[in-house]
């Protein structure tokens, strides 16, 4: 495409989400863990903005790792790329050679560079081979997906994860399709679902109709909710008191993990009435935003990617009482 890491992906709330981290990032030999690294643009103005500080940026996509890696070549050793899923944040502490992170950042989904690869499968707008894969060493794609799962659980997928209304029509009109011939390019799955739709359905506002689809396969493809799933805690428990957690999801089964998350860190955990908060009940987390912070109406405009996103922020007060840590994380 011979364009660079910075023209390919506008970071969403750039300047927020360093405002947000800055604070824990002062003293010498601070660490950052970027969990999305992408084209590496939020890490760029974090080494920028905190010269003391040193970067560790995840990301499960070789050509994201190559390319940020390039664009950040400049500030040689504070960077460092470490090729994994978000929730490796262990792998992640230890590449930096550190015992705990001072703040780190998820900016959840897919980067432009993904979307507009055509070979990459992941738009419904442009024919290509049904990939979908975030990291192209694991060996399940899309197309694999939709030779394998039964009726039913193609019809769960697109209903969770892409809160698909003709979930059950578009997995039955799946598995009608491959008894004769399997699928595997992306305009025929989005020419099958505009089919497998009620006329009214198609020229419905919100977008293509196979939107939806497209959206819950990459979900089910990269395993995106489980693997958050754990991210999350695992993020929380990696920083040290004082450290800081920024998470953008955009839609709201990720917003949805991420929200029980810090509410669960930042209640206090004791029936109603009890005269005394034990220690082990006190939260350990501060939010630092109230709700979930949106776009400005400018950015939204600007970069449409900003316009579901859905910024959350806290701040660790304590370590994790001990009753209180997930088992996994
Ligand atoms: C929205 S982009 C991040 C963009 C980045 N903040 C920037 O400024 O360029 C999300 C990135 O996270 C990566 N990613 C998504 N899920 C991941 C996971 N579970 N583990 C590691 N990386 C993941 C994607 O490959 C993609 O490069």
């Known amino acids: 495409m011979g364009q660079d890491a910075a023209s390919r992906h506008v ?49 499960r996509d ?7 890696s390039e664009r950040l070549a400049r500030f040689g050793d504070r960077f460092i790329a470490h090729h994994a ?34 070979e990459r499968g992941f738009s419904y707008a442009q024919d290509a081979p049904l990939d979908m894969r975030m990291d192209r060493s694991e060996t399940r ?10 009726e039913r659980e193609l019809a769960r997928i697109l209903k969770v994860y892409g809160e698909e209304r003709f979930a059950p029509r578009i997995a039955r009109a799946i598995v ?9 390019r992306s305009t025929e799955l989005a020419d099958l679902v505009l089919e497998a739709m009620p006329a009214a359905a198609r020229h419905a506002p919100g977008g293509h109709p196979a939107k939806r689809t497209f959206q819950a396969l990459r979900i089910a493809v990269n395993r995106e909710l489980e693997v958050l799933d754990r991210a999350v805690p695992a993020a929380i428990e990696a920083v040290g008191v004082g450290g800081r957690v920024v998470i953008m999801s955009y839609h ?7 929200k029980h998350a810090f509410a669960v860190g930042s209640e206090v955990d004791v029936p109603p009435g009890l005269p005394v908060v034990p220690d082990e009940a006190q939260p350990y987390l501060r939010l630092l935003t109230r709700g979930a912070e949106k776009a400005s109406p400018e950015e939204a405009e600007s970069n ?26």
């Open 176 to 184: 009608r399709r491959r008894q004769t011939t399997p699928l595997t």
């Open 304 to 329: 449409p990617r900003s316009k579901p996103v859905r910024l959350r922020a806290a701040e660790r007060l304590r370590p994790t009482p001990p009753s209180r840590r997930r088992r996994d994380a």
């Open 62 to 68: 070789e050509q994201a790792i190559a390319l940020a």
């Open 141 to 150: 794609n899309a197309a694999d997906l939709l030779r394998e799962e039964d």
């Open 11 to 59: 970071p969403v709330m750039r300047d927020r989400c360093v405002d947000l981290m800055a604070p824990a990032l002062q003293r010498e030999g601070a660490v950052a863990i970027d969990g999305t690294l992408g084209m590496g643009g939020h890490t760029e103005a974090l080494l920028e903005r905190c010269p003391q500080a040193r970067v560790v940026g995840i990301d």
């Open 85 to 118: 899923t978000y929730d490796d944040m262990a792998g992640a502490l230890a590449a930096a050679g550190a015992e705990s992170a001072d703040a780190i950042l998820l900016d959840l989904g897919v980067s432009s560079l993904q979307i507009d690869e055509p």
């Open 252 to 258: 709201s089964l990720e917003d949805r993990l991420v």
